[in-house]
C-alpha cells in the first residue's frame, strides 16, 4: 500500500540520519511531524499515489533535502551537511588557506591568530540573532542573553584597560575599525569640521583624514577639513613642534593619535595639551597596540584622551570586530552615533568572541605574550641591522618595524612579491620621504601573529635571516630587470618588468624554490592555536 511505501521511504531515511551525530532532538521531532503531515495527508489508494510523490518531493524541498556525497538513496537536510559535502569547492579553498597559514611566515603587523575558543563563538548561534538597540533598549524580542553577552563584554573591555565605570563607557557594537573611527567622527564633529590626523606616509591610517592634492582619498577627508601632521624626514619621528604649529594655524576640532605603521611610543600628554591649546577634543586610535596597552608594555592613552577606538584582531588577538571607548559626557554621543546612525544590528557572534578575547587577555599569560611580541620585533630590528639593512626611526618601542628598502633601490612592492613566493607574507607600505603611497620604498613588519605560535627571539633572528636571503633574490631580480630594461631603451623597472623575471628566470626561480622550502620546514616546527 502507499503507506507501506511510505513507511518504508521513512526507514531508509532514518537510518542515515541516525549516522549523522549532529542531529538535534528538535531536527528528529520536525523530520517526525513531516512524515506524520505526508502519510495523514493521502488516503493509501493507487490514485493517490502520484499525488502523494509530489508532496513528499515538495516536503524534501522545504527542508532543503540534499544528497550525501552524491549517493544515490542517501538524503539529509542541506543544513544538516558537513561543508566539506556540501560545498566541497569552497571547503578545498580554505583548506589551502589553513595549509597557507601553517606553513608561512605571517609578518602582517596587523594580522594575528585568534584561539580555538574565540573561533568556537564566531561559529555559534549567536550569529542567527537580531539585536539592533542597546543593552535593555532593544527593537527586536528575544534579546535577554544577547543582553547578558553584550553587558559582559562592556564589563571586561572596562576591566581589562583599569577604567571606572562611572568615568567610561564602551560600545563593543562597532563592526571593525574603520566603522568605529567614523562613528566616533560622527559623535564629535559636524560636517566640515576640522581634523588632524598623522598623514598616511608618515605612518598614519587612511580614516585619519587622508587625501591627495588631487584626490580625497579616504570618506573623513571627505565629510571633514583635514590638515595632517608628519614625521621628520630625517629622523622618522613625530614632530610635535610642528605638529603644534599646524594646530595653531589650523585650529581643528579634533586631533587624532595612533597609526598603522609607526614604530615608536606616542606623547599623549604633549598631544593634550596641544589639544587643550587649540580647545580640540583628543581621540587615539589605539587599534594596532591595544593587546600591548591591555599588556601593560606600552603606554596607556586613557589618562588623556576624550575618546578611545581599537580593532580587536591584532595585538589584542581577538576577532575582526572595534570598540569605542568614551568619557561618559561623550558615551551617548557615540551609542546613537554607532546606531541608528552608521549601522544596524550588531554581530553578536563578534561581540561574544571579543568577550572570550577579553577574558583571555585579563589572564597573566597574556602580559607574557605582549612582552615577548615587543622582544621578537627588537629581536628582529637586530637581525635585519646587522645584516645590513635600514630602518626607519632606527628600530621599534612595539610590535612593529619599517625596513627600509629604497635603501637597496628596491621598492616595497617587488620586496613583498618575492618574499611572498618565499612564504613570508609582508606588505609594502610608505617611509619617511617617500613621495607616493602608490610606489613605497619600504616594507612593513610585525611580530604578534609569529609570538602567538610560540618563536622567541632566536627564532626571530632566523626569520631576519630568511628576509634578508629574500631581498637579495629581489635585488637580483632587480639587477637582470634592469638590463632588459636597457636593452628595450625603457627607463625604468616597473613591477611588471619585475614580475616577468620571477616567472622565467630559473636560477631566481630555483632561488626563491628553495629559501621557500627552508621557510615552510621551519613555520611547520611552531603550532597554530587550538592544535593538540
Known amino acids: 500500500s502507499?503507506?507501506?511505501?511510505?513507511?518504508?521511504?521513512?526507514?531508509?531515511?532514518?537510518?542515515?540520519?541516525?549516522?549523522?551525530?549532529?542531529?538535534s532532538r528538535i531536527q528528529w521531532f520536525a523530520w517526525f511531524h513531516l512524515c506524520g503531515c505526508v502519510a495523514h495527508g493521502?488516503?493509501?489508494?493507487?490514485?493517490?499515489?502520484?499525488?502523494?510523490?509530489?508532496?513528499?518531493?515538495?516536503?524534501r524541498q522545504l527542508i532543503g533535502m540534499v544528497s550525501i556525497n552524491n549517493e544515490p538513496g542517501t538524503t539529509a537536510p542541506s543544513s544538516m551537511a558537513s561543508l566539506e559535502s556540501f560545498?566541497?569547492?569552497?571547503?578545498?579553498?580554505?583548506?589551502?588557506?589553513?595549509?597557507?597559514?601553517?606553513?608561512?611566515?605571517?609578518?602582517?603587523?596587523s594580522e594575528n591568530f585568534c584561539s580555538a575558543a574565540v573561533r568556537e563563538v564566531l561559529g555559534s548561534c549567536l550569529t542567527n540573532k537580531y539585536s539592533e538597540g542597546t543593552v535593555g533598549k532593544r527593537y527586536y524580542g528575544g534579546n535577554e542573553y544577547i543582553d547578558q553577552i553584550e553587558s559582559l563584554c562592556q564589563q571586561r573591555a572596562l576591566a581589562l584597560y583599569s577604567l571606572d565605570a562611572n568615568e567610561w563607557g564602551v560600545n563593543v557594537q562597532p563592526y571593525s575599525g574603520s566603522p568605529a573611527n567614523f562613528a566616533a567622527y560622527t559623535a564629535l564633529l559636524n560636517p566640515h569640521d576640522r581634523i588632524m590626523g598623522l598623514d598616511l606616509p608618515s605612518g598614519g591610517h587612511l580614516t585619519h583624514g587622508f587625501q591627495t592634492a588631487k584626490k580625497k582619498v579616504s570618506a573623513t577627508s571627505v565629510y571633514f577639513e583635514s590638515m595632517p601632521y608628519v614625521v621628520s624626514s630625517e629622523t622618522g619621528l613625530i614632530d610635535y613642534d610642528d605638529l603644534e604649529r599646524r594646530a595653531k594655524m589650523f585650529l581643528p576640532k579634533l586631533i587624532i593619535a595612533g597609526g598603522s605603521a609607526y614604530p615608536r611610543e606616542w606623547d599623549y600628554a604633549r598631544m593634550r595639551q596641544i589639544a587643550d591649546t587649540v580647545g580640540a577634543k583628543l581621540m587615539v586610535d589605539m587599534a594596532h597596540i591595544s593587546g600591548l596597552v591591555a599588556g601593560r608594555v606600552a603606554d596607556s592613552p586613557f589618562a588623556y584622551a576624550d575618546v578611545v577606538t581599537t580593532t580587536t584582531h591584532k595585538s589584542l588577538r581577538g576577532p575582526r570586530s572595534g570598540m569605542i571607548f568614551a568619557r561618559k559626557d561623550l558615551i551617548e554621543a557615540i551609542d546613537a552615533a554607532v546606531?541608528?546612525?552608521?549601522?544596524?544590528?550588531?554581530?553578536?557572534?563578534?561581540?561574544?568572541?571579543?568577550?572570550?578575547?577579553?577574558?583571555?587577555?585579563?589572564?597573566?599569560?597574556?602580559?607574557?605574550?605582549?612582552?615577548?611580541?615587543?622582544?621578537?620585533?627588537?629581536?628582529?630590528?637586530?637581525?635585519?641591522?646587522?645584516?645590513?639593512?635600514?630602518?626607519?626611526?632606527?628600530?621599534t618601542d612595539n610590535h612593529l618595524l619599517l625596513w627600509?628598502?629604497?635603501?637597496?633601490?628596491?621598492?616595497?612592492?617587488?620586496?613583498?612579491?618575492?618574499?611572498?613566493l618565499s612564504s613570508m607574507t609582508t606588505n609594502k607600505n610608505s617611509i619617511p620621504g617617500d613621495?607616493?603611497?602608490?610606489?613605497?620604498?619600504?616594507?612593513?613588519?610585525?611580530?604578534?601573529?609569529?609570538?602567538?605560535?610560540?618563536?622567541?627571539?632566536?627564532?626571530?633572528?632566523?626569520?631576519?635571516?630568511?628576509?634578508?636571503?629574500?631581498?637579495q633574490l629581489a635585488l637580483q631580480a632587480q639587477q637582470i630587470a634592469s638590463l632588459e630594461v636597457q636593452q628595450a631603451e625603457k627607463q625604468k623597472v616597473l613591477l611588471k618588468d619585475f614580475v616577468k623575471v620571477l616567472e622565467t628566470n630559473e636560477e631566481i626561480q630555483q632561488g626563491i624554490q628553495t629559501l621557500r622550502e627552508e621557510v615552510e620546514a621551519f613555520a611547520l616546527k611552531f603550532p597554530m592555536p587550538g592544535d593538540r
Open 404 to 420: 627600509n628598502v629604497r635603501e637597496m633601490g628596491l621598492t616595497g612592492s617587488k620586496v613583498e612579491k618575492v618574499l611572498e
Open 339 to 395: 546606531f541608528p546612525s552608521l549601522q544596524g544590528g550588531p554581530h553578536n557572534h563578534q561581540i561574544g568572541a571579543l568577550a572570550v578575547a577579553l577574558r583571555e587577555a585579563s589572564q597573566p599569560d597574556f602580559a607574557v605574550y605582549a612582552a615577548a611580541v615587543v622582544a621578537n620585533a627588537k629581536a628582529l630590528a637586530a637581525g635585519l641591522e646587522k645584516r645590513g639593512h635600514v630602518l626607519a626611526t632606527g628600530g
Open 435 to 471: 613621495t607616493s603611497a602608490l610606489n613605497p620604498g619600504g616594507v612593513r613588519l610585525g611580530t604578534p601573529a609569529l609570538t602567538t605560535r610560540g618563536l622567541n627571539e632566536q627564532d626571530f633572528d632566523q626569520v631576519a635571516e630568511f628576509l634578508h636571503r629574500g631581498s
Open 87 to 109: 560545498d566541497p569547492e569552497l571547503a578545498k579553498m580554505i583548506g589551502l588557506e589553513d595549509r597557507r597559514q601553517r606553513e608561512g611566515l605571517e609578518l602582517i603587523a
Open 42 to 59: 493521502f488516503c493509501p489508494t493507487s490514485s493517490t499515489s502520484s499525488s502523494l510523490t509530489k508532496r513528499t518531493e515538495q516536503q
Open 2 to 23: 502507499t503507506h507501506s511505501l511510505l513507511f518504508a521511504s521513512q526507514q531508509q531515511t532514518i537510518t542515515t540520519l541516525t549516522k549523522m551525530p549532529s542531529f
